[in-house]
């Protein structure tokens, strides 16, 4: 068993609307070996292994289902097994994921394993560890050579994984902090791999890294990390804090420790999580190592004096106290018969404790502090206490070594509760936890005394979250309720748009719209990241990474992306839901890769963004693929875009009160309309719409059709929709590649970045509908990735709309030879009837563009379809024609009806010529240029 591939999906995909896994596996010969013949013994150590697996339901749907499906009649395949190991490890590491499903792939032997991850390292991981665990559960003959490491020992392996999953989780404290986001349905966004969060969108965001939060004052925590500091500042309040020195040196620390008086606590200047901190400390020898100790954690080292008392932790949120906890250091209680050591084993066995922050407690381990303790006592790790007895291992109660926290909410004083909200808000903290040794929480501290050992900032919340005794409480919901008070929005509108053409035109017109409308937008396309209309990313930035960009942003408060097949196939969509999503059309593009073959399987990749549409999913009723997506979102409201007005469909849509936008006639032209709850809404005419050239291309039409849909149902006022299609044209500055006219020449030049059947199509039409004196030249292209069968059809489409055909390659080759694509568009013309004389092959881009220029003369149009979108119109714009350098004169012809012809029968090898410029720069045939 192989694994082929692996891709990571962060969001929406194929396979579900969270983050999945796909594994790509080649099972090779245990295609032929399924759970059921590989016998019980197979199945026995697997549960043995990972005894999880019993609560795993499968397509049972309850626990005890997926045995059943091992051991059931011939069992199942080794790529399902796959799938659920992977789940349970993640699940034994703390990370709770339940979903998976596994899919035949196509050929015999590979399948498709899919399942659910919360971090991508430790996802990934588990499918590699589970790979070599069933390996090395195989018997020996069906074990691939190498497969198996010689000293794999899957115990270790277990443990080993799980730190490194901790390493990488977020802590019990952030981790609570993104529930309770979840729960209020703010959205949260990992800004790198320690516990940096972005809670909200845009504009709306606040930060939190652990329990510091994007309101907690620098200042504050610098005085919570300066102890000296912090007890003089309380100490001025007149609240109980016990004497402090601050040394730096160990004679220093004994002197100091004289003045205090002894006992004395020995703890570093700025460490966290009671490390290197030594309690009731009696002789100078005790100060003199424990001194050390704290220096391993700061160069500065607090004598203060000991005080007698439990320690207790209060966590004070917003100006009111929310915990109390009371923490007892790791220990165990002898029982006259088992050896220290013998005990900690035992209490570790306590489903409870885990490595490190895994589970509610952590697991007592021995070290330097541990030995140190006992040896105070005169003890060794071989000791038997007596019974009754507790055996400290550390010398305070952090949970993060080992320590219980029993719950006292309820129980404290009124008095220690003022003095802990007053401690905090001395220190200026929005989140602090106050340290407090008392004898009883429940007694004012007027009364018996006690002390206020530290304020902490980031305290932890785990304590209070999951304490060994008592009840839990929610620490996280105040602090998302301080972050975003009753009415604060944490989202920004977030709008979606796909579909095979023009996603991009529609997507930068809403964006258009909105910025119009007074809103700073982030828009992710084709060609960059714009944020409030500056671009400050290139390239093609149609996937999550882009999106992320956008929502990261704190100037944006409106979001438009638009979403590409490529970014949904290779890691979904970026954002979990959007408020509006828009599916323009479905057609032949990109087919036959990334496992798209049909129209059918490329209309549900299209279709995530309308499944995961909260507000309004906006579809296109002219076409049948867009049609059927209705059933497949659960959209408050359901919108449909035509260009009929008899449309059958939309108008029972409209007679019940739904939403739709509407083409319709009228005596000065055509009409964009909005029908909603039976209100019939004229927008604007189309031929007020610089984009659709006076209502000609009506492939712009229909564009600002979904942009207004799309502004309307996100609440845009009318005159808003209105003023921004009316000032949105296609300027090379403002739709770069989307159908722009430079007409300051003697000619006018159409530069789109057309590339599929469906585009070439809709410009072939728009040439046809304009009033052209002169001839149309084409400059004509297809990208080297799109089946044989595709860039034939281009060919076929583009015949009979043009007197002139230039075709040429994309810079980049895709797989193709260098004049492959050309001489197929060639191919594909003449086989569609296009005389041979009107077609050169010259495939580099710039050449042919210059070629078709130095072609054109007054009153001519020239059509380029563009890859290299900015130096193409830079090409253009520049172009002054020195010298009458033309293409070899010939007659003009006209253009002809297209013949039907097969286009899978091209003529013959020798109907290729090549073109070159001779010395005078004009172009001809390879044959008649002399040597």
Known sequence: MRILDRTVYVGPSLYAHFPVIRLDVDLG??????????????????????????????????????????????????????????IELQNVAGEAVTFGKTRGAGSEG?????????????????????????????????????????DFDFAAERDEFIRFTQSRALGPSTAALVRAAEDRRIPWIRLNEQSLIQLGHGRFQQRVQATVTSRTSHIAVELASDKEETNRILAHLGLPVPRQRLVQRADDAVAAAERVGYPVVVKPFNANHGRGISIHLTTEEQVRAAFEVAREHSRSVIIESFITGEDHRMLVIAGELVAVSKRVPGHVVGDGVHTIEELVDEVNLDPRRGIGHEKVLTRLVFDHQADAMLGRKGYTRETVPPSGEHVFLRSTGNLSTGGTATDMTDLVHPDN??????????????????????????????????????????????????????????????????????????????????????????????????????????????????????????????????????????????????????????????????????????????????????????????????????????LNADDPLCLKMADYTSAKQLCYVTMDPTHALVGEHIRAGGRGVVLESGIKGQMITIYDHGAHIPLLWTHL???????????????????????????????????????????????????????????????????????????????????????????????????????????????????????????????????????????????????????????????????????????????????????????????????????????????????????????????????????????????????
């Open 417 to 618: 509760a003022e003095m802990a909200v007053r401690a905090v808000k001395a220190i200026g903290l929005d989140v602090g936890g106050v340290d407090f040794l008392t004898t009883d929480i429940t007694q004012s501290y007027k009364e018996i005394g006690g002390a206020i050992c530290e304020i902490n900032a980031a305290p932890g919340f785990r304590m209070h979250m999951a304490p060994s005794e008592g009840r839990a409480r929610d620490v996280a919901g105040p602090v998302l309720d301080m972050l975003f008070p009753p009415g604060m929005p944490s989202r920004i509108p977030i709008a979606a748009v796909t579909g095979t053409n023009g996603k991009t035109t529609t997507a930068r017109m809403l964006a258009h719209i909105q910025k119009l409308a007074g809103h700073h937008v982030g828009l992710t396309s084709t060609d960059g990241v714009y944020i409030d209309g500056q671009r400050t990313v290139a390239g093609d930035m149609t996937g999550p990474v882009a999106t992320r960009m956008v929502l990261s942003d704190p100037n944006v408060d409106v979001a438009v992306l638009e979403i590409a097949r490529g970014g949904l196939l290779r890691a979904g969509m970026g954002v979990r839901h959007c408020d509006v999503g828009a599916v323009l059309n479905v057609k032949s593009d990109h087919l036959g890769l990334r496992g798209i073959g049909t129209l059918e399987q490329l209309a549900a990749v299209k279709r995530i963004v309308v499944e995961v549409a909260r507000d309004a999913a906006i």
């Open 689 to 931: 719409i610089p984009a659709t050239l006076e209502g000609r291309a009506l492939h712009n039409v229909q564009n600002a059709m979904f942009a207004a849909a799309m502004a309307f149902s996100m609440g845009l006022k009318l005159e808003d929709i209105r003023h921004g299609l009316r000032t949105f044209d296609t300027t090379f500055f403002q739709a770069p590649g989307r159908m722009n006219i430079f007409d300051e020449h003697p000619f006018k030049v159409i530069l789109d970045y057309g590339h599929n059947p469906a585009a070439v199509e809709v410009m072939c039409e728009l040439v046809g509908r304009l009033d052209v004196a002169g001839q149309r030249i084409c400059v004509l292209a297809a990208p080297g990735d799109r089946r044989d069968e595709d860039i034939a059809e281009i060919g076929r489409i583009a015949a009979g709309h043009f007197d002139r055909y230039i075709c040429r390659r994309d810079d980049t080759l895709r797989g193709r030879k260098p004049d492959e694509v050309p001489h197929m568009l060639r191919d594909a013309l003449l086989c569609a009837g296009v005389a041979a004389e009107q077609v050169l092959v010259i495939p580099d881009e710039q050449a042919a563009t210059d070629a078709a220029l130095r072609e054109a003369e007054a009153g001519d149009l020239v059509l380029i379809f563009a890859d290299g979108i900015t130096r193409t119109w830079k090409q253009v714009i520049q172009f002054r024609p020195e010298a009458p350098a033309r293409l070899a004169e010939r007659p003009r012809v006209s253009r002809p009806e297209p013949a039907v012809m097969p286009v899978t029968a091209p003529p013959g090898e020798e109907s290729r010529r090549e073109f070159v410029r001779d010395s005078r720069g004009v172009w001809l045939p390879r044959e008649e240029v002399a040597d």
């Open 110 to 150: 590979r399948y498709h394993v899919v399942y659910q991850y919360h971090q991508e390292d430790v996802g990934l991981e588990a499918g590699q560890l589970g790979l070599v665990l069933l390996h090395s559960l195989l018997p020996p003959e069906l074990r691939p050579e190498g497969a198996v490491p010689d």
């Open 29 to 86: 010969p245990l295609e032929e070996w399924p759970s059921g013949k590989l016998g019980p013994a197979f199945t026995d150590r697997l549960i043995a292994a990972l005894p999880g697996l019993h609560e795993h339901g499968c397509s049972y749907g309850e626990p005890g289902g997926f045995i059943r499906r091992l051991t059931e009649g011939d069992g199942t395949w080794m790529g399902h097994i796959l799938e659920h190991v992977a």
